[in-house]
Protein backbone atom coordinates (compact mmCIF):
# COMPACT_ATOMS: atom_id res chain seq x y z
CA UNK A 1 0.00 0.00 0.00
CA UNK A 2 1.32 3.39 -0.63
CA UNK A 3 -1.32 5.25 1.65
CA UNK A 4 -1.97 8.70 1.47
CA UNK A 5 0.01 10.44 -1.65
CA UNK A 6 -0.26 13.99 -2.22
CA UNK A 7 0.94 15.79 -5.41
CA UNK A 8 2.86 18.34 -6.22
CA UNK A 9 5.47 18.27 -3.60
CA UNK A 10 6.03 21.80 -3.87
CA UNK A 11 4.31 24.52 -6.06
CA UNK A 12 4.87 28.43 -6.36
CA UNK A 13 1.82 30.23 -7.71
CA UNK A 14 1.06 33.86 -8.05
CA UNK A 15 -1.06 35.78 -6.81
CA UNK A 16 -4.76 35.21 -8.10
CA UNK A 17 -3.97 31.97 -10.03
CA UNK A 18 -5.79 28.73 -8.94
CA UNK A 19 -4.77 25.79 -8.70
CA UNK A 20 -5.42 22.46 -7.42
CA UNK A 21 -3.73 19.94 -5.08
CA UNK A 22 -4.07 16.19 -5.30
CA UNK A 23 -4.95 13.46 -2.82
CA UNK A 24 -5.09 10.14 -2.86
CA UNK A 25 -5.32 7.06 -0.40
CA UNK A 26 -5.91 3.10 -0.99
CA UNK A 27 -6.26 2.20 2.05
CA UNK A 28 -9.84 2.50 1.73
CA UNK A 29 -10.50 5.12 4.14
CA UNK A 30 -13.59 6.71 4.65
CA UNK A 31 -12.60 9.87 6.29
CA UNK A 32 -10.52 12.69 4.16
CA UNK A 33 -9.51 15.64 5.64
CA UNK A 34 -6.86 18.86 4.58
CA UNK A 35 -5.03 20.53 7.06
CA UNK A 36 -2.89 23.40 6.62
CA UNK A 37 0.58 23.99 8.71
CA UNK A 38 1.80 27.35 9.94
CA UNK A 39 4.86 28.25 11.58
CA UNK A 40 3.70 28.64 15.53
CA UNK A 41 -0.09 27.71 14.50
CA UNK A 42 0.05 23.80 14.40
CA UNK A 43 -1.93 21.82 12.47
CA UNK A 44 -5.51 23.50 11.45
CA UNK A 45 -8.11 21.49 9.84
CA UNK A 46 -9.44 22.80 6.37
CA UNK A 47 -12.29 20.87 4.97
CA UNK A 48 -12.93 16.75 5.75
CA UNK A 49 -14.94 14.63 4.05
CA UNK A 50 -16.56 11.49 5.73
CA UNK A 51 -17.69 9.57 2.54
CA UNK A 52 -17.75 10.51 -0.87
CA UNK A 53 -20.38 13.05 -2.08
CA UNK A 54 -19.98 14.21 1.59
CA UNK A 55 -17.71 17.07 2.18
CA UNK A 56 -17.88 19.72 5.54
CA UNK A 57 -16.02 22.43 6.42
CA UNK A 58 -13.31 22.91 9.61
CA UNK A 59 -11.53 25.94 10.83
CA UNK A 60 -10.37 27.86 8.12
CA UNK A 61 -12.23 27.29 4.79
CA UNK A 62 -11.79 30.38 3.53
CA UNK A 63 -10.69 30.11 0.31
CA UNK A 64 -10.59 26.80 -0.32
CA UNK A 65 -12.90 24.25 -2.25
CA UNK A 66 -13.17 20.61 -2.24
CA UNK A 67 -15.36 17.45 -3.53
CA UNK A 68 -14.95 13.91 -2.76
CA UNK A 69 -16.45 12.18 -6.15
CA UNK A 70 -14.82 8.77 -5.01
CA UNK A 71 -13.58 6.75 -1.72
CA UNK A 72 -9.97 7.17 -2.59
CA UNK A 73 -9.36 10.72 -4.31
CA UNK A 74 -9.73 14.48 -1.86
CA UNK A 75 -9.10 17.69 -4.15
CA UNK A 76 -8.43 20.64 -2.51
CA UNK A 77 -8.77 23.49 -4.72
CA UNK A 78 -7.60 27.03 -4.53
CA UNK A 79 -10.03 29.03 -6.93
CA UNK A 80 -7.74 32.97 -6.47
CA UNK A 81 -4.48 32.01 -4.39
CA UNK A 82 -3.44 34.84 -2.12
CA UNK A 83 -0.10 34.73 -0.04
CA UNK A 84 -1.48 34.01 2.98
CA UNK A 85 -2.33 30.41 2.15
CA UNK A 86 1.69 30.18 1.71
CA UNK A 87 1.83 27.15 3.71
CA UNK A 88 2.20 23.51 3.99
CA UNK A 89 -0.40 21.46 3.00
CA UNK A 90 -1.24 18.10 4.22
CA UNK A 91 -4.03 15.64 3.65
CA UNK A 92 -4.86 13.23 6.32
CA UNK A 93 -7.21 9.84 6.40
CA UNK A 94 -8.47 7.62 8.55
CA UNK A 95 -10.66 4.04 8.07
CA UNK A 96 -13.53 5.14 10.34
CA UNK A 97 -16.09 8.60 9.35
CA UNK A 98 -16.92 8.80 12.79
CA UNK A 99 -13.94 7.81 14.80
CA UNK A 100 -11.49 10.24 12.94
CA UNK A 101 -8.43 10.01 14.35
CA UNK A 102 -9.37 8.34 17.69
CA UNK A 103 -8.30 5.03 19.50
CA UNK A 104 -9.18 2.41 16.41
CA UNK A 105 -9.03 5.13 13.80
CA UNK A 106 -5.46 6.89 13.93
CA UNK A 107 -5.26 9.66 11.09
CA UNK A 108 -2.56 8.73 8.09
CA UNK A 109 -0.98 11.57 6.97
CA UNK A 110 0.29 12.20 3.58
CA UNK A 111 4.16 14.02 2.89
CA UNK A 112 2.50 17.31 2.07
CA UNK A 113 2.42 19.88 -0.37
CA UNK A 114 4.75 23.38 0.01
CA UNK A 115 2.77 26.05 -1.59
CA UNK A 116 4.14 29.65 -2.12
CA UNK A 117 1.85 32.39 -3.13
CA UNK A 118 4.13 35.32 -4.26
CA UNK B 1 -9.39 29.58 22.70
CA UNK B 2 -7.19 26.99 22.27
CA UNK B 3 -8.21 23.67 23.46
CA UNK B 4 -4.80 21.98 23.73
CA UNK B 5 -1.51 24.04 24.40
CA UNK B 6 1.63 22.60 24.54
CA UNK B 7 5.03 23.40 26.19
CA UNK B 8 7.71 24.01 26.01
CA UNK B 9 7.89 25.52 22.25
CA UNK B 10 11.37 24.31 21.81
CA UNK B 11 13.97 21.76 23.23
CA UNK B 12 17.25 21.10 23.00
CA UNK B 13 18.58 18.07 24.82
CA UNK B 14 21.94 16.18 24.90
CA UNK B 15 21.77 12.58 23.48
CA UNK B 16 21.10 10.33 26.09
CA UNK B 17 19.29 12.73 27.91
CA UNK B 18 15.77 13.17 28.88
CA UNK B 19 12.97 14.76 26.65
CA UNK B 20 9.67 15.88 28.21
CA UNK B 21 7.21 17.65 25.91
CA UNK B 22 3.45 18.83 28.25
CA UNK B 23 0.35 19.49 27.15
CA UNK B 24 -2.85 20.95 28.77
CA UNK B 25 -6.45 21.12 27.54
CA UNK B 26 -9.32 22.60 28.11
CA UNK B 27 -12.06 20.24 27.83
CA UNK B 28 -13.19 17.63 30.54
CA UNK B 29 -14.84 15.54 27.82
CA UNK B 30 -11.46 15.01 26.12
CA UNK B 31 -11.33 11.16 26.37
CA UNK B 32 -8.19 9.93 24.10
CA UNK B 33 -4.99 11.67 23.69
CA UNK B 34 -2.65 10.81 21.20
CA UNK B 35 1.05 12.02 20.57
CA UNK B 36 2.25 12.54 16.98
CA UNK B 37 5.91 12.77 15.40
CA UNK B 38 6.70 14.60 12.50
CA UNK B 39 10.39 14.29 10.85
CA UNK B 40 11.37 17.52 8.11
CA UNK B 41 9.93 17.06 5.23
CA UNK B 42 7.32 14.56 6.00
CA UNK B 43 3.39 14.34 7.71
CA UNK B 44 3.03 13.66 11.10
CA UNK B 45 2.43 9.79 12.32
CA UNK B 46 0.89 8.32 15.36
CA UNK B 47 3.61 7.70 18.45
CA UNK B 48 1.86 6.83 20.94
CA UNK B 49 -1.37 7.36 22.47
CA UNK B 50 -3.40 6.91 25.29
CA UNK B 51 -7.09 7.09 27.13
CA UNK B 52 -7.65 9.13 30.80
CA UNK B 53 -8.88 5.16 32.49
CA UNK B 54 -5.01 4.66 32.81
CA UNK B 55 -2.31 7.40 34.59
CA UNK B 56 1.02 5.81 32.26
CA UNK B 57 1.14 4.45 29.44
CA UNK B 58 4.82 3.18 28.11
CA UNK B 59 6.06 1.68 24.39
CA UNK B 60 9.54 1.55 24.52
CA UNK B 61 11.60 4.50 25.58
CA UNK B 62 8.14 6.60 24.87
CA UNK B 63 5.93 7.38 28.02
CA UNK B 64 2.78 9.13 28.33
CA UNK B 65 2.07 9.96 31.52
CA UNK B 66 -1.63 11.73 32.26
CA UNK B 67 -3.01 13.67 35.25
CA UNK B 68 -6.40 13.93 35.33
CA UNK B 69 -7.30 16.08 38.27
CA UNK B 70 -4.22 18.73 36.79
CA UNK B 71 -5.92 18.04 32.71
CA UNK B 72 -2.38 17.75 31.94
CA UNK B 73 -0.51 14.94 29.94
CA UNK B 74 3.36 14.80 29.36
CA UNK B 75 5.46 13.15 26.63
CA UNK B 76 8.76 11.67 28.52
CA UNK B 77 11.38 10.17 25.83
CA UNK B 78 13.89 8.45 28.04
CA UNK B 79 17.54 8.18 26.45
CA UNK B 80 16.85 10.41 23.57
CA UNK B 81 18.66 10.10 20.26
CA UNK B 82 19.71 12.18 17.22
CA UNK B 83 17.29 9.93 15.33
CA UNK B 84 14.16 11.61 17.65
CA UNK B 85 15.04 15.05 16.64
CA UNK B 86 11.28 16.04 15.40
CA UNK B 87 8.22 18.15 15.66
CA UNK B 88 5.87 16.66 18.29
CA UNK B 89 1.98 17.16 18.26
CA UNK B 90 -0.17 16.31 21.24
CA UNK B 91 -3.81 16.20 20.20
CA UNK B 92 -6.86 15.38 21.67
CA UNK B 93 -10.39 14.31 20.93
CA UNK B 94 -13.83 12.96 22.17
CA UNK B 95 -15.00 9.39 21.06
CA UNK B 96 -18.50 8.90 19.79
CA UNK B 97 -20.28 10.17 16.79
CA UNK B 98 -18.61 13.19 14.37
CA UNK B 99 -15.23 13.32 16.77
CA UNK B 100 -12.75 15.29 15.92
CA UNK B 101 -9.30 15.53 17.05
CA UNK B 102 -7.72 18.68 18.24
CA UNK B 103 -4.10 19.58 17.42
CA UNK B 104 -1.67 21.82 20.05
CA UNK B 105 0.49 23.88 17.96
CA UNK B 106 4.00 21.43 17.95
CA UNK B 107 7.28 21.78 19.84
CA UNK B 108 10.62 21.05 18.00
CA UNK B 109 12.75 18.88 19.74
CA UNK B 110 16.74 18.68 18.91
CA UNK B 111 18.81 16.03 20.42
CA UNK B 112 22.32 17.08 20.22
CA UNK B 113 24.66 14.21 19.38
Known amino acids: NAGVTQTPKFQVLKTGQSMTLQCAQD?????MSWYRQDPGMGLRLIHY???????DQGEVPNGYNVSRSTTEDFPLRLLSAAPSQTSVYFC?????????????????FGNGTRLTVT | QQQVKQSPQSLIVQKGGISIINCAYE??????FPWYQQFPGKGPALLIA?????SEKKEGRFTISFNKSAKQFSLHIMDSQPGDSATYFC????????????FGKGITLSVRP
Open chain 1, 92 to 108: ASSYSPIDRGGLNSPLH
Open chain 1, 27 to 31: MNHEY
Open chain 1, 49 to 55: SVGAGIT
Open chain 2, 27 to 32: NTAFDY
Open chain 2, 50 to 54: IRPDV
Open chain 2, 91 to 102: AASISGANSKLT
